[in-house]
Structures are given as C-alpha cells and as structure tokens.
C-alpha cells in the first residue's frame, strides 16, 4: 500500500539553527501538506502546496517556513532560525485532490509517521 | 469559542462495549466531517467522513452528524483491544480548500 514517508523520525537540533524536514508523498498525488502537534495538543494546519506553490497557509506559517518541491518526489518544509516553540511532531500530508463544493469528499488526507523536532 | 471542541478523555472501556466519541463546534460553515484515528508515534489516518448532517455506517464504525446541534460523533460497536488510539474529529467548511480542522483528540482504551 503506499504511504507518505517521512525522515528523519527524530530532529534534534540547537535554538537558532535551521532545520529542514523531508517527505515524499504518495505518488499520484498533487496536494502536499504541512501539519504540527505540539505534545498534547491538537494537530495544526500550516501550510498546503499545490502546482509548485503555496496554496493556503495559517498564521502559524510565518516568514521563518518555507516549503519547497525541490524535485518530483521529495517536498520538504525549512524552518530557518527556530525556537523553543517550534519543538512539536511535524506531519507531511498528500491527498490526490480537494474537497470542492457539494458534498464531493476528495480531501482523502495520507499522513506520515511525523518527525519530532527537539529545539534545545 | 474554540472553533472545534473534544474531550480529550482518557476514556477506558471493556473490550466489546460500545464506544460513543464527540466532538461540538461553532462554525456554522463546516460541511465536511471526518474521524481520524492516530495510534502512538503515527500520524492521523482517515476513518470515516460525512457531509453535511446524517449517519453514516462502515462496518463496527458510525459516523453522525447533527448540523443543527452543531455536534458529531463517532460511535464503536464491540470495541477491540486494537481500537485503542487516539481519535480526532476534524472538519472542512462548505467553501472547501485546503485547510482542515482538527478537534484535539480522544484517547480510548480498550481492556482486554
């Protein structure tokens, strides 16, 4: 069955450093996703990438993001200079289409299995 | 208000009951509904989903959506040790899009 593959599993890294996490999403698929889950709180929505642009994104997605599709498979998000604050489970997402209007459910969100991101 | 509300729990039940999991909202927009299920150290993966307000079945899983309660839930008939997870509601508005939006999850047990 195909899945979305994340990596790494776990991102240890100093306040103030960059990081960059990787993901390859579902083949077929032409929506990517960005979500976090601070421990013990809900998963968040950060960012959406279609046709090789951000489509949508949440105020958490501030300029120290970037996302990038840096060839056919690989989509990675880039936290520049980051913070105690940023220390969460980072989940990529893909799904083959949207939910349009009237009742078609075609947002089928795949998710990986996270990289927990350590700022120390 | 927050936009979607869910007990966290702990919620533990025996193995065979029926589990009954809720989550309320307050957007009125939300039209897309989906149940979620995350097991420890795994990302979300997709359940079930309803539009607008009814039931829907699939196998031990139903879904129900009362619109005008602004209300959801997720029901788990002869619940299995394996059920054991976290479940997250999570909504997309009538406009459709990109984001979706999670409620904060509810941990089951299910003893054996």
């Known amino acids: 069955e195909p899945e979305v593959t994340q990596t790494p599993s776990h991102q240890v890294t100093q306040m103030g450093q960059e990081v960059i996490l990787r993901c390859v999403p579902i083949?077929?698929?032409?929506?990517f996703y960005w979500y976090r889950q601070i421990l013990g709180q809900k998963v968040e929505f950060l960012v959406s990438f279609y046709n090789n642009e951000i489509s949508e994104k949440s105020e958490i997605f501030d300029d120290q993001f970037s996302v990038e599709r840096p060839d056919g498979s690989n989509f990675t998000l880039k936290i520049r200079s980051t913070k105690l604050e940023d220390s969460a489970m980072y989940f990529c997402?893909?799904?083959?289409?949207?939910?349009?209007?009237?009742?078609?459910?075609?947002?089928?969100?795949?998710f990986g299995s996270g990289t927990q991101l350590s700022v120390l | 208000q927050k936009e979607v509300e869910q007990d966290p729990g702990p919620l533990s039940v025996p193995e065979g009951a029926i589990v009954s999991l809720n989550c309320t909202y307050s957007?009125?927009?939300?039209?897309?509904f989906m149940w979620y299920r995350q097991y420890s150290r795994k990302g979300p993966e997709l359940l079930m989903y309803t539009y607008s307000s009814g039931n829907k079945e699939d196998g031990r899983f139903t879904a129900q959506v009362d619109k005008s309660s602004k209300y959801i839930s997720l029901f788990i008939r002869d619940s299995q040790p394996s059920d054991s997870a976290t479940y997250l509601c999570?909504?997309?508005?009538?406009?459709?899009?990109?984001?979706?939006?999670f409620g904060a999850g509810t941990r089951l047990f299910v003893k054996a």
């Open positions: 997402a893909s799904s083959e289409s949207i939910t349009g209007t009237g009742g078609a459910f075609d947002e089928k969100l795949f």
């Open positions: 083949s077929n698929h032409l929506y």
């Open positions: 957007n009125s927009a939300f039209q897309y």
């Open positions: 999570a909504m997309i508005p009538n406009t459709g899009g990109f984001k979706t939006i």
